[in-house]
């Protein structure tokens, strides 16, 4: 069956020309959409699709019956990016310049709303062609709408905490699980429910859908801090510099010495951060059990969100599931 | 019957109590719900609501099988004001500060994006509340969601002609076409489908939409310059100040001697411009026939959008339809 990576691009294969044929980039004007495509012509794992065509045939559904879905879920995400950059001022994703650094604030506002109009469009051309009862297809929207509005609660969430380091562990949990969780499980559910799964089948993947989001961020907090730089692609510390509200840093704050707590209060958010006050940061952190901590926590989701589809009778989209389940935790990168 | 405008204001009423009901201004985080709902508590006529909600009427349709739909519609245009308010950096609209002026930039962008994602939830609660096939309900979905993609070319080609006075009247027709027809479109199209409109009435209210839509934008254009300011609530002349491509400055630069022609350029856009400058422009464009010339083409179009409904049998709410053609091009505000 191969190793869950390839197992993973053989599904995005499949979304790859979708993507294209949903938003070919010959459309003008062409700087709009070069702008929309710039990330997703990036690359990425094609993680969101992937969890939708796993769940499709977890349920006894062909993949095939998926995949403007699964592409919508790409142009969802993408969306995210695009304005989540604009907002966090990044310079870069994917290793390469982020859509407003190339094509200026307007144009990338305008690209990420155009992605989102994408969203719906490509549903209802997957709902056009397939059979499926009328509330099924209704679900399928609505549960892709509420997903995209909780992302945005998320997202405000996340905005609004900066400043705050008083953050809650369920704060944090919540904050996350919008950003995350919420797409995560809305990826698996509508799989789920245009792969024909029944209502306890489609709320069995929502569920390991929403875990896993959650272990996922909490998991990229950990390489974010205790990562290697080359396997994960982005310096080790920089959500420290950028003062992120990770489960790591809130842990930390809560479980050190008032003296330590200090000084890390000092370092988080400041941009001008020595690396030697990066690399001490990190130590107090490791130190305080935080990371372990985290990787306990993402551990735990994960093997929760795995108990949810264990019912599931056994297929190939199960299997992926379960493996994507395990990557998420054991990656470097 | 009473005036177009409390026939207007009846429909508006119906649609208020449903743009509570799904955005509720008591939803966390508070202050992203505040920043989403800012414009639509500001108030506004409910345009596109109220199209809708004839157009469902026109077909023989009832107004309440379309009201969380007319609800989705103005969370959809007070979505495009968020986003085009930052672009613009407009710092008034409505009377009120605009969105990113009191929350900032990435509240404004995230709060854009929640008007979106809710849009597509309110249709989706309308159409599992009533009878319809599953075809006619997914090209609802993709009724709106095409306009949204469109609106964002639309916007984009606007910001695309900065710099450029070379614009011809196709390529400004094919933006309003884009920025303000395809959502007017889209409303009496999404209205003559929930009222269970034949495919020949579906598509003449569409058409009067988009028509409608192009005739107000540049009706627009014509208060912009040669209205009365007290009426329009906007200052005379910020249109050029602001470089705005209108049909009437485009018109007057082709239309006009070499020399006037230079003065224009040297006003349209200049922030800076003086009163007296203002005025000898809007004289210039006067003189060409400018103002004139957008007249009889946004009568012209009123005339081709009444002509399209003009088969339908007489009810209510084509005789609303009629009379907001005839407002559109008669106001003075």
Redesign the interface.
């Known amino acids: 069956m191969g190793t869950i990576l390839e197992l993973m691009q053989g599904y995005a294969k499949k979304v790859e020309k979708e993507l294209n044929r949903l938003f070919p980039s010959d459309l003008?004007?062409l700087?709009?959409t070069k702008a929309s495509r710039h990330l997703i012509d990036a690359g990425g794992k094609r993680f969101r699709p992937c969890l939708a065509l796993a769940a499709c045939e977890a349920v006894g559904g062909r993949a095939e019956d998926a995949l403007e879905t699964a592409a919508a879920l790409e142009f969802l995400h993408s969306f995210t990016l695009i304005?989540d950059d604009?907002?966090d001022r990044d310079e870069f994703r994917r290793n390469v310049k982020t859509v407003h650094t190339i094509w200026g604030?307007?144009?990338a506002?305008?690209a990420?709303?155009?992605l989102?109009?994408?969203?719906?469009?490509a549903?209802?051309?997957n709902?056009?062609r397939i059979k499926?009862?009328?509330?099924r297809?209704?679900?399928i929207?609505?549960t892709?709408?509420?997903a995209?509005?909780e992302?945005?609660?998320g997202?405000?969430?996340d905005?609004?905490f900066e400043g705050r380091w008083d953050v809650g562990e369920d704060e944090y949990l919540k904050m996350v699980s919008g950003k995350t969780g919420a797409l995560t499980e809305a990826s698996t559910k509508v799989g789920a429910l245009l792969g024909g799964g029944g209502a306890g089948q489609v709320r069995a993947l929502a569920d390991y859908g929403r875990l896993l989001g959650i272990a996922f961020q909490i998991k990229d907090d950990i390489l974010g801090i205790a990562g290697k730089k080359e396997k994960f692609g982005k310096p080790i510390g920089s959500d420290i510099r950028e003062g992120k509200r990770t489960l790591i840093a809130l842990h930390a704050l809560k479980n050190t010495s008032k003296e330590k707590r200090k000084f890390l209060l000092k370092v988080l958010g400041n941009k001008n951060a020595s690396e030697e006050e990066l690399h001490m940061a990190i130590e107090i952190m490791k130190k305080a059990g935080s990371v372990n901590y985290a990787s306990r926590k993402a551990r735990e989701f994960i093997a929760l969100a795995k108990s949810k589809i264990a019912p599931l009778p056994a297929s190939k989209g199960k299997d992926v599931l379960l493996k994507i389940a395990d990557f998420t935790v054991e990656r470097e990168f």
């Open positions: 003008e004007p700087p709009l304005h604009i907002m604030e307007p144009i506002i305008i990420g709303d155009a989102f109009a994408k969203v719906f469009e549903i209802a051309a709902l056009k499926m009862e009328k509330r297809a209704i679900e929207f609505d892709i709408s509420k995209s509005f992302i945005c609660q997202q405000a969430l905005m609004l």
